[in-house]
């Protein structure tokens, strides 16, 4: 089982990224989808997550109302849109995928953003 971010790059300040999450050996479905980001120094954040259906959504105070968290059952796939990008974004991004919200099984390699001033 491997999940794989892209979508990562440089942004100014106020600008957009959208990440994605490609799962591949066992279907996203019956699982819930979260997105963790981390810099240098600091502890592993969470960032938000997706419920298995997609109904429940959940974000981290710092990114609410500014990213938007999504799956595509049938591409496997989850996204992150992400607008009004600030400085203190800048991280690792990296999505985790597990049997439910906080519990986490599976850890994909991340995708860099940064934004600058």
């Known amino acids: 089982v491997q999940l794989q971010a892209s979508g990562g790059g440089l942004v100014q300040a106020g600008g957009s990224l959208t990440l994605s999450c490609a799962a591949s050996g066992r279907p996203i479905s019956g699982y819930v989808m979260a997105w963790f980001r981390r810099t240098p120094g600091k502890d592993r954040e969470f960032v938000s997550a997706v419920s298995k259906g997609g109904t429940n959504l959940y974000y981290a105070d710092s990114v609410k109302g500014r990213f938007t968290i999504s799956r595509d059952n049938a591409r496997n796939t989850v996204y992150l849109q992400m607008n009004n990008l600030k400085p203190e974004d800048t991280a690792d991004y990296y999505c985790?995928?597990?049997?439910?919200?906080?519990?986490?099984?599976?850890w994909g390699q991340g995708t860099q953003v940064t934004v600058s001033s």
């Open positions: 985790a995928s597990g049997p439910f919200i906080g519990t986490y099984d599976i």
